[in-house]
């Protein structure tokens, strides 16, 4: 137990579909990240949320939509994806918007696109 | 931009032995931190090391840092078969930003066989 749960942890959407992916943390933490992780790849980065602020959007297309209502949950509105979109999504949270801290992901959730 | 890349890609080794994995960056750094990551699960941070630290340790785990060389690495020492598992290294990069910047590598898949 990591302190920050995702679900669904596996996710099965066609292309036309729409769906969310939730993150929650319960450590307190004031900083949120989805990462996208594909097989053969490094980590993507996708965005940042600094007490409730998105700070960074490294250029991910408009099919994926954060949202982060407070500090503790991050949602990830997906809407007409494309196969190449299937990969594990991981959440993360760190204590503090400085660039030092450690992360702490979630067990991640495996969206697969049709 | 900075990323961190592990190397071997891959390291097969018996429980017992020890097993040293690499890590190159590009840019100058805030800290080097290295996670660990079961099969399609989520990551978990193992240690930090500054960038004005040279060596650490934790337990079973050692880490060096050559900023001149721009690279680390992390020894498992008397491996045991429950280590088996992708090893990342993440470069944080030095400058003032909220949010973490983590920048992963591809990992290395270790395989301690019993």
């Known amino acids: 137990e990591t302190g920050v749960t995702q679900t669904p942890r596996h996710l099965v959407m066609g292309m036309t579909n729409k769906k969310s992916l939730k993150c929650e943390q319960h450590?307190?933490?004031?900083?949120m990240y989805w990462y996208k992780q594909s097989a053969k790849k490094p980590l993507e980065l996708m965005f940042v949320y600094s007490l409730e602020e998105r700070v960074e959007n490294n250029s991910v297309p408009s099919r994926f939509s954060p949202e982060c209502p407070n500090s503790s949950h991050l949602f990830l509105h997906l809407h007409t994806l494309q196969p190449e979109d299937s990969a594990l999504y991981l959440c993360?949270?760190?204590?503090?918007?400085?660039?030092?801290?450690?992360?702490?992901f979630g067990e991640g959730s495996r969206l697969t696109v049709l | 931009s900075q990323q961190g890349e592990e190397d071997p890609q891959a390291l097969s080794i018996q429980e017992g032995e020890n097993a040293t994995m690499n890590c190159s960056y590009k840019t100058s750094i805030n800290n080097l931190q290295w996670y660990r990551q079961n099969s399609g699960r989520g990551l978990v941070h193992l240690i930090l090391i500054r960038s004005n630290e040279r060596e650490k340790h934790s337990g079973r785990l050692r880490v060096t840092l050559d900023t001149s060389k721009k690279s680390s690495s992390l020894l498992i020492t008397a491996s045991r078969a429950a280590d088996t598992a992708s090893y990342f290294c993440?470069?944080?990069?030095?400058?003032?930003?909220?949010?973490?910047?983590?920048?992963f590598g591809e990992g290395t898949q270790l395989t301690v066989n019993p």
């Open positions: 993360a949270s760190s204590q503090d918007g400085r660039s030092t801290g450690e992360l702490f």
């Open positions: 450590l307190g933490h004031n900083a």
């Open positions: 993440a470069t944080d990069a030095n400058e003032e930003t909220s949010g973490s910047r983590l920048t």
